[in-house]
C-alpha cells in the first residue's frame, strides 16, 4: 500500500478530522510526509508530498509541523518505513484520560500493538514532542500522545494502519464498556498467528 492509498484509507474511516493528522514513508536517506494544512483525503499525487532528509535537522516549508516528530521515527528506527500521526476518536479519548489503560488482550490483533507507550503532553510541532516521541518509538510501535493523538510505526505502510485501526478499536471496547459501566474481563487472547 504506498502512502496515498493509506492517507484516503484513513480519511474514510474517521481516523482524522480536517486537515489534521500526518502520514509519511521513508524512501532511502529521505522521506516524504504530507503538506502541511492538506487533507488526508484529498492527497491524490506526489505533489501533495514533501520531501525531507531524514540526517538534517532543517525544516522544509510546506511540510507538515509534525516533520521532526517524523524525523525523530526514522532516525531512532532504521527498520521504520512508515509513520502515521492521527487523531482517532477513541484512541484521543483514551489519550486525554490517563486513567484508563490499553488492554490489547481484548483482541487477537493486539499482540501486534505490543507494548503500547505513553507519551507526555507537549506542544504539537515541538521540538520536546519530536523528542520524547523518537525515544519512546525506540520501544513500541504504538504511542499515545496525552492530549494529542496517537502515532503508530511498520516497516510498511500496510502494517502502520493496520495497528492504528488495530488500536482504535480497542479503544472503542475500551471507552464503549467504560461508558456502559461494563467491566471487561481481558487477558483471554494470548496472541496473534
Known amino acids: 500500500m504506498d502512502i496515498i492509498t493509506a492517507c484516503r484509507k484513513i ?7 480536517g ?9 532511502g536517506s529521505s522521506f516524504h510526509i504530507t503538506a502541511s494544512g492538506v487533507r488526508l ?13 531524514t540526517g538534517s535537522d532543517a525544516f522544509i516549508t510546506g511540510a507538515s509541523m509534525e516533520t521532526r516528530m517524523h524525523r525523530a521515527i526514522y532516525r531512532q528506527r532504521p527498520d521504520a518505513w512508515a509513520v502515521i500521526h492521527a487523531n482517532p476518536p477513541f484512541s484521543t479519548v483514551v489519550a486525554c484520560a490517563p486513567e484508563l489503560t490499553v488492554d490489547t488482550s481484548l ?8 507494548p503500547v507507550c505513553r507519551v507526555g503532553a507537549y506542544p504539537a ?4 514532542l519530536a523528542e520524547a516521541v523518537g525515544l519512546s518509538a ?8 496525552k492530549n494529542h493523538g496517537v502515532v503508530t510505526v511498520g516497516a510498511n505502510m500496510e502494517e502502520a494502519l493496520n495497528r492504528l485501526e488495530y ?6 471496547i475500551i471507552v464503549t464498556a467504560k461508558s456502559a459501566g461494563i467491566v471487561l474481563g481481558g487477558g483471554g487472547v494470548s496472541g496473534y498467528r
Do not use: Q, T
Open 167 to 172: 488500536l482504535e478499536l480497542i479503544c472503542r
Open 19 to 27: 486537515a489534521s493528522g500526518n502520514v509519511s514513508e521513508r524512501a
Open 125 to 128: 510541532g515541538s521540538n520536546e
Open 138 to 145: 525506540g520501544k513500541s510501535n504504538v504511542l499515545i500522545l
Open 11 to 17: 480519511a474514510e474511516k474517521g481516523l482524522v478530522a
Open 107 to 114: 483482541i487477537p490483533e493486539g499482540a501486534l500493538l505490543n
Open 41 to 53: 483525503d484529498s492527497v491524490r499525487s506526489a505533489k501533495d508530498l514533501v520531501k525531507c532528509d
